[in-house]
């Protein structure tokens, strides 16, 4: 079986995530493929609290095209982040109905570490780009998602089914579905209760409903949200009875990121 790795939440983080990426082979010293047939899949938030989000984009959409010219495989998800810097460039600061926020949607995108940078340099393609990415994949038995939340199926009871709602949200022009959207994909901390496995608990419900043996997420840092001290965060956290594994290594909280392989 070829390799599979994942990584979520850079942040911004060019150079980190490059360096990553080098130490395991994936790419060369120059920051070109080198993975062969590998697969990689990156679960979201590239953009935001770091200082270069587009410039990541830019990578990713690099490194695609490079390692599916080799037999490889670079797959992108939908983070909350991209959805706020989305929403954001298309609403800019006017009032949502309903939301107490400041500035809009742009003041919430703000709030939440927008960087104006990423913002200056948004391109219609990397707009485009971003509405395309799915939010949920199913590979060689793991569930792929970005939040570790439950509300993904009130979009859908399947893969294709809430990837095709997530298609539907961004392409609306309704800010307040906007927001809902928003909200669904900035829950977090559904799964962290489910500790002994049993059939109605949250993480036995997304795996049975969308698939997959094991749920991997991003989104909650291992740093601020289970604990972990910055200087002992070197791999991903097992948890809910070893069937979730959180791999938010919280870069922006001064830990790293963590490139993880799953085979």
């Not at 990426?21 to 062969?36: F, I, K, M, P």
């Not at 037999?71 to 939908?78: K, P």
């Not at 200056?120 to 799915?134: D, F, N």
């Amino acid at each position: 079986m070829t390799p599979l790795y994942v990584v979520a939440d850079i942040h911004g983080h060019r150079s980190e995530f490059r360096e990553c990426l080098r130490a395991v082979g994936l790419v060369d010293h120059t920051g070109h493929w080198s993975g062969g047939g590998a697969r990689l899949w990156l679960l979201g938030d590239y953009v935001d609290r770091g200082p270069d989000g587009i410039g990541v984009i830019n990578d990713i959409r690099r490194l695609a095209v490079s390692a599916a010219a080799v037999g490889g495989h670079v797959g992108a998800l939908l983070g909350n982040h991209e959805v706020q810097l989305l929403a954001a460039q298309r609403f800019g600061t006017r009032p949502v109905a309903g939301w107490d926020e400041p500035g809009g949607f742009r003041g919430g995108w703000a709030r939440f570490g927008g960087r104006e940078k990423d913002l200056r340099q948004l391109t219609p393609q990397h707009v485009e780009w971003m509405t395309r990415l799915p939010a949920v994949a199913v590979v060689d038995g793991f569930l792929l998602v970005h939040s570790d939340t439950t509300r993904y199926l009130e979009l859908g009871s399947g893969v294709a089914a809430v990837n095709a709602a997530v298609a539907t949200a961004l392409g609306s022009s309704d800010p307040s579905a906007w927001l809902d959207f928003c909200d669904r994909m900035s829950d977090r901390g559904a799964f962290r209760d489910a500790v002994q496995a049993n059939p109605d608990d949250p993480v036995s419900l997304m795996l049975r409903t969308l698939g997959g043996d094991v749920l991997v997420h991003g989104h909650s840092t291992l740093t601020k949200h289970f604990g972990v001290a910055p200087r002992d965060v070197t791999v991903a956290l097992r948890y809910a009875d070893d069937r979730v594994i959180a791999i938010d290594g919280g870069v922006h909280e001064g830990g790293r990121i963590l490139l993880t392989r799953l085979r």
